[in-house]
């Protein structure tokens, strides 16, 4: 195995970081990313990487392929990235990107993730279907005040929660479609610059996911599921966790728990002591280094998605963040 030079915390993005072309550049030369994405369609049983690489956008972004493909590039990326001696020393995903973390942290198959996402992503489509849920953006105001105008609108009938704490200025709501209009025009009096609706095909992270939740729970019982390496701060709690109790329950809490994403950061970026000097995004697209960078100008936030990424990240940790005792991982 490589040695390790490098450990460095690493995040992985959810779903809305896809895009038509995603990881095929990868696949240009041999390696472990190369053979990963090369086993992707063996492991689901259908073409999803003549998905990723081809498209249609709008099959692309169907909640069954989204999830897959968006841990399938993002495994690729921590697999290439530990071929030239980049590991994690500390990881986190928002919602689905926990899974592609519990990969990074050898607490996941790679194969079994796939999986895993795969079925997450029906069960969340399929309960859209049976239960009408929606979410909503919501910018210019902070989660505290959020979470008691939902709790205000839901006491007058209906669901709204507020479902991903992104950061200081930015929150998701979800829950049935009038109490989040309700809640949202609420939002909007009580000062909240925008509040946007969002193309989703259900209530996510909400009440209204407890019966997809709890099939997940019961498919999430037939796979192993390992300590991980290295802690992964999870969406449920933003605690640090290793043990392999600790991570089943974090996966099968998510679908109706809010991603305290904004508490996650605050670990990952070193809780406003200590803070690392670079912090990798691994997977599709750069939501999260967006979100992180006003709010962290201290650490360096930096995507990988890319052949050319690679490069530029061992060119930067060359430069600025000491090698780590080779370890031979």
Not at 3 to 23: K, N
Not at 239 to 250: K, M, Q, Y
Not at 308 to 317: I, R
């Amino acid at each position: 195995m490589t040695d390790i030079l490098h450990r460095v915390p690493m995040i992985f993005p959810g779903q809305a970081s896809q895009s038509v072309g995603m990881a095929r550049d990868l696949t240009d030369s041999s390696g472990p990313a190369s053979d990963f994405l090369n086993e992707v369609n063996t492991v689901l049983g259908e073409d999803l990487t003549g998905i990723m690489f081809e498209g249609p956008g709008e099959v692309l972004t169907e909640t069954r392929n989204a999830q897959p493909a968006i841990l399938a590039h993002s495994v690729a990326v921590s697999l290439a990235l530990r071929e030239l001696g980049v590991a994690p020393s500390l990881v986190a995903g928002h919602s689905l990107g926990e899974f592609s973390a519990a990969v990074a942290a050898d607490a996941l198959k790679p194969a079994d993730g796939l999986r895993l996402v795969r079925k997450r992503g029906e069960l969340m489509f399929a309960a859209g279907q049976e239960i009408p849920g929606t979410m909503a953006a919501v910018l210019g105001m902070g989660g505290d005040q959020v979470r008691d105008i939902c709790a205000r609108i839901s006491a007058q009938g209906g669901v709204v929660v507020l479902a991903n704490h992104n950061s200081d200025t930015q929150v998701a709501i979800s829950g049935d479609a009038n109490a989040v209009e309700a809640a949202g025009q609420a939002l909007k009096e009580a000062g909240a610059r925008k509040v946007i609706p969002l193309n989703v095909s259900g209530a996510f992270h909400s009440p209204l996911l407890e019966g997809a939740a709890a099939q997940f729970r019961e498919f999430l019982s037939g796979f192993e599921i390992s300590a991980a390496s290295v802690p992964l701060v999870a969406n449920v709690d933003a605690r640090a966790v290793t043990t392999s109790a600790d991570l089943s329950e974090g996966f099968a809490r998510q679908l109706t728990s809010p991603v305290l994403w904004h508490d996650i950061m605050e670990v990952i970026s070193g809780g406003g002591g200590n803070p690392p000097r670079v912090v990798l995004e691994v997977g599709p697209g750069r939501v999260l280094t967006n979100l992180a960078r006003r709010a962290y100008p201290e650490v360096k936030f930096l995507p990988v998605g890319t052949s050319g990424d690679l490069d530029q990240v061992l060119d930067f940790l060359a430069e600025n963040n000491p090698p780590a005792d080779q370890d031979g991982d």
